[in-house]
């Protein structure tokens, strides 16, 4: 991608993100960053592959988080943020397009770990998760990250430290806000791409910031979530901090001790302590 297209791509995210009423701060960087690359005398291509996103954050009213979506815009063509603002997100597109998946492994990865981005896949392959997943063996595991460092153009930085997920605390209060306004209807609602044969706009999205972290929430409209009901209780927050952006999904407990309860899949025994308090 040239300079002008990965441009092009940050004024469109800002024009639906003021459109979809999120923080006029965030808008005002995505427009920001766009003329600063224009004015680049360097294809952002060639500054990221000789200096990585280290160098791509020296240009100017560029921080980590642009400087990861100019990564993803220059290496795969696609930005997953744009992608979900125009309500065409697929995350197991984004998962198949990585080699040794495809879409078979891909649902099944999405379906029994909630992943969805390529950040948390190469958590999964590090952190022995994906271990546990059928059809998942040491050599498909390590061309898997190998794949990933690439993709992801690590550099000299390496992979990002444990430990960066949203505090459940905020991830509660996301989801809280989101079905309160989303059944106020005081939320701007996209057509979604997948399974809206007549391209209805119907989905409620949200867009909020907690501290540093920005968050846009939707209900999940994946195969599984249409195929169990589950289309307006799954909620699906992404969480785009400095380092990466993680995906998490919040839905009622419907066993256990938590029963009737909020929880975030994968985080039970904290939300149990959460709760406790």
């Not at 960053?33 to 100017?60: K, N, Q, T």
């Not at 307006?232 to 309860?261: C, F, K, M, N, S």
């Amino acid at each position: 991608m040239s300079n002008d297209d990965v441009a092009d791509r940050f004024e469109e995210v800002a024009r639906l993100l003021e459109q979809q009423e999120a923080n006029p701060f965030r808008v005002r960087a995505y427009r920001n960053a766009a003329g600063a690359l224009r004015a680049l005398p360097v294809p952002v291509s060639s500054l990221l592959s000789d200096e990585g996103e280290p160098g791509l954050e020296r240009i100017p009213y560029v921080g980590p988080a642009l400087a990861r979506a100019i990564r993803d815009l220059v290496v795969t063509g696609h930005l997953p943020l744009l992608d979900r603002l125009q309500g065409e997100a697929d995350p197991l597109a984004l998962l198949a397009s990585v080699p040794g998946l495809g879409r078979t492994l891909a649902e099944r990865v999405h379906e029994s770990l909630g992943i969805g981005t390529l950040e948390e896949l190469e958590a999964a392959a590090h952190n022995g998760q994906l271990a546990n997943v059928p059809g998942f063996g040491a050599r498909r595991i390590a061309g898997i990250q190998a794949v990933l460092a690439t993709r992801l153009a690590r550099g000299a930085r390496g992979r990002p430290a444990p430990g960066t997920d949203s505090p459940v605390t905020e991830l509660l209060d996301v989801d809280r806000e989101y079905r309160e306004k989303a059944s106020a209807g005081r939320l701007p609602q996209i057509a979604p791409r997948r399974f809206n044969p007549g391209h209805r706009a119907w989905l409620p999205i949200l867009h909020a910031a907690r501290g540093p972290r920005h968050y846009t929430a939707l209900f999940s409209n994946t195969a599984l979530a249409h195929r169990v009901g589950r289309t307006h209780d799954w909620v699906v927050i992404y969480g785009d901090g400095d380092r990466e952006e993680r995906q998490a999904t919040v839905v009622t407990a419907h066993g256990g001790p938590l029963a009737g309860l909020r929880v975030v899949r994968g985080r039970e025994h904290e939300c149990m302590e959460y709760y406790k308090q």
